[in-house]
Structure formats: structure tokens, C-alpha cells
């Protein structure tokens, strides 16, 4: 190791000193650090969400509570098992946005709707009774469903959820189509994978739907 020539030694304390004192005196009075990097410190805060967010989860928590119910009968309806594939796929994704959505809505302090009742959730969020939302089967339509068995339920079971996708992506469209609303992430994130998702679906089952018609026959 090169040895420094003792002249250099008193400078190099002192510049070594200068800086402990420095860092001290700053310690000692409380004062905090400062960013090297100024610009990158100040990142910008993320969107506040709007009313028209809050209605949108709120409006979607009903929307797939009844996709739910639909999804569910296929096991015990005697689905075929394309069907009751499908069925399974709708249960998992739309429970786990119905936890995301309730979450953001409590993170927010906002009524958290309970799903086990959709119709009666569908109406008070439109104000107005026997009015749906885009998409939602009306009593006659659930019921219908409900008594279909085999086939029967597999066509039913897929034009009904069909009609109901395209609900969801319209309430999404009715959401990005409102000034300053779905800027928020976690809103704009769902929406968006709603929209992605159910459009997918919809093509997915106008495609089997179309299978059952060629092979039993046009109801």
C-alpha cells in the first residue's frame, strides 16, 4: 500500500473532520436528510377517484353477484361440461373482483353493498323500481333459467350470459365515458380488465352457442 507523504496528512484530516462535523451539526439539530434527487422525489400523486367511480363499483358488485347465482346452478342444472367449465371460469374471476371492488369501496369509507341480494341491489342503484341495470336478467328471465335442465339450460345459460356480459361492458363504457372518471387505478384497472375479459367471453360463448344450435337444432 503507497503511503502518503506526511504533508498530505493534515489536509485530508481536515477535509475528513470538516465533513463529521458537518454531518453532526445536521444530526444535532433535528434536521432531516435531503434527497439527492429532488425530481424524483417529487413524484406525482395518483387520480382521485370520483362519485362516477364509486357508482361504478358499487353498480358492479349487483352485476356480477347475479352472474354468480347464474354460474352456479350449471353443476346442479345439469350443464354440459363446456358449459360448466365456463360457469367455473366466470365464478373465480367475478368473486375476485367483487373482493376487490368491496375492499376500494371500504378503503374509501363508502357503503360496501352486500352481493347476496342483486335484484334488490340492481333496482337501488338505478333509483327506480323494476328498473336494471344494462344486461341483468329481469326475474322472469332468472326464473326461466332456474327451471331449464340439460340442453335447455346450456342454450338459456349462454344467451342469458351473453346479454349480461354486454350489460358490463357497457356500464364500463358509461364509465369511461364520464368526464375525469376512471383515472383512479385500481378503478381503471378493473374496468378495463372487465371490459378485456367479458368482451373475450362474449365471442367464447356466441361461438359455443352457435355449436349447440347446429347440433339440436334452432329453439
Known amino acids: 500500500m503507497r503511503v502518503l507523504p506526511s504533508r498530505f496528512v493534515p489536509a485530508a484530516f481536515l ?3 470538516a465533513g ?14 435531503q434527497p439527492e434527487n429532488h425530481a424524483a422525489s417529487a413524484k406525482p400523486k395518483g ?14 358488485i349487483a352485476h356480477h353477484a347475479q352472474a354468480l347465482v347464474m354460474a352456479g346452478w350449471a353443476q346442479s342444472h345439469g350443464a354440459g361440461p363446456s358449459v360448466q367449465t365456463l360457469a367455473g371460469r366466470i365464478i373465480n374471476g367475478q368473486q375476485d373482483e ?14 360496501v353493498p352486500d352481493p347476496s341480494k342483486p335484484m334488490e341491489m340492481s333496482m337501488h342503484h338505478t333509483g327506480q323500481q ?18 331449464a335442465r340439460g340442453a335447455d339450460f346450456d342454450r338459456l345459460f349462454l344467451t342469458y350470459m351473453i346479454q349480461h356480459h354486454k350489460g358490463a361492458v357497457t356500464m364500463v ?4 365515458g364520464t368526464e375525469g372518471a376512471a383515472r383512479e387505478e385500481t378503478t381503471f384497472k378493473l374496468a378495463n380488465d372487465v371490459s378485456v375479459d367479458q368482451t373475450t367471453e362474449i365471442a367464447r360463448m356466441q361461438r359455443m352457442l352457435e355449436g349447440l344450435q347446429s347440433s339440436h337444432g334452432s329453439p
Open 15 to 17: 477535509l475528513f473532520a
Open 20 to 33: 463529521a462535523c458537518s454531518k453532526a451539526t445536521n444530526q444535532g439539530n433535528g434536521a432531516a436528510p
Open 47 to 60: 387520480y382521485p377517484y370520483t362519485p362516477a367511480d364509486v357508482e361504478f363499483m358499487t353498480g358492479m
Open 98 to 111: 367483487i373482493a376487490t371492488m368491496q375492499r376500494w369501496l371500504k378503503d374509501r369509507g363508502q357503503p
Open 130 to 147: 323494476g328498473m336494471l341495470m344494462p344486461g341483468m336478467l329481469t326475474e322472469a328471465q332468472m326464473k326461466e333459467l332456474d327451471q
Open 173 to 176: 363504457n358509461q364509465l369511461f
